[in-house]
């Protein structure tokens, strides 16, 4: 192999590894564009799910305030209906089922404390008012006045005042299931604001606890309470205890 034959094939090999060295590198650029091209790629995908997210809460926040604007504004009205003196818990009851009965939109059904003859329904009109009210046993029909509700915010107005209960006092329970039911009162606990009470018609008596707004005191025992409270007076045994004589104005001395 002569030496001009040595040199060129040196030379082919020598291109040959330039070439494979140019190859290489043009690959790993083209790797690093491609991963550079997914990257950001990417950040405008996420960019524009991101950009499409503010746009929804926007539309979103504006629907909100434009039904808030077109939503008009509901008045509520108040009518006096009269009963018959002590039938206002009946009226009440009957006026309730049949608002409910018939999907009136009728909001409440008050009894102020103490208010004899007459309760108050809260609706939407006095039609829905009326329509609750009729043919109701011992209901005598809405007052044509409507009852704005200052007239009668004092009468429900919750204020906080001493409940006089005390143990045995017989009450009548005035609101929950054992409505109208008459009881005796044999616990109280005034941190919680509740008495236990027994039915005084039950079979058994079951201790029942309720709030003490729940009950009525119907009648106390005076004569317990003035026998506790009053002790007898010891008289001594060497004083007589009857009553001296008049002297007889006739009677000669």
């Known amino acids: 192999m002569t030496d001009e034959f040595k040199k060129e094939l040196e030379q082919l090999k020598k291109q040959h590894a330039e070439q494979k060295d140019e190859k290489a590198g043009s690959e790993e650029e083209m790797d690093i564009a491609e991963e550079f091209a997914e990257i950001i790629k990417k950040d405008e995908a996420v960019a524009k799910e991101a950009e499409e997210k503010q746009k929804a809460t926007e539309e979103e926040e504006k629907l909100e305030e434009i039904a808030a604007e077109k939503k008009p504004e509901i008045k509520q009205h108040i009518f006096a209906l009269r009963t018959t003196a002590n039938r206002e818990d009946q009226v009440m009851d009957f006026v309730t089922s049949n608002a409910k009965k018939r999907k009136l939109d009728v909001h409440s059904v008050i009894r102020p404390h103490g208010m004899r003859g007459y309760i108050f329904v809260e609706a939407s009109a006095r039609g829905d008012a009326e329509q609750a009210a009729f043919n109701v046993p011992y209901a005598r029909g809405i007052l044509p006045k409507e009852i704005d509700y200052s007239e009668i915010e004092h009468m429900l107005e919750q204020v906080k005042k001493e409940v006089n209960i005390r143990k045995n006092d017989i009450a009548e329970i005035i609101s929950g299931p054992f409505k109208r039911e008459k009881c005796k009162v044999t ?3 005034k ?15 079951i201790p029942i606890t ?12 005076t004569d317990d309470e003035a026998s506790e409270e009053a002790p007898q007076l010891q008289i001594p045994s060497n004083v007589d205890t009857k009553e001296k004589q008049a002297p007889d104005e006739d009677m000669d001395f």
């Not at 941190?191 to 008596?205: D, G, Q, R, T, W």
């Open 210 to 221: 309720v709030k003490m707004d729940a009950i009525k005191v119907i009648r106390r025992d």
């Open 187 to 189: 616990r109280i606990d």
């Open 191 to 205: 941190a919680k604001e509740e008495v236990v009470v027994e039915l005084l018609e039950a079979a058994v008596p």
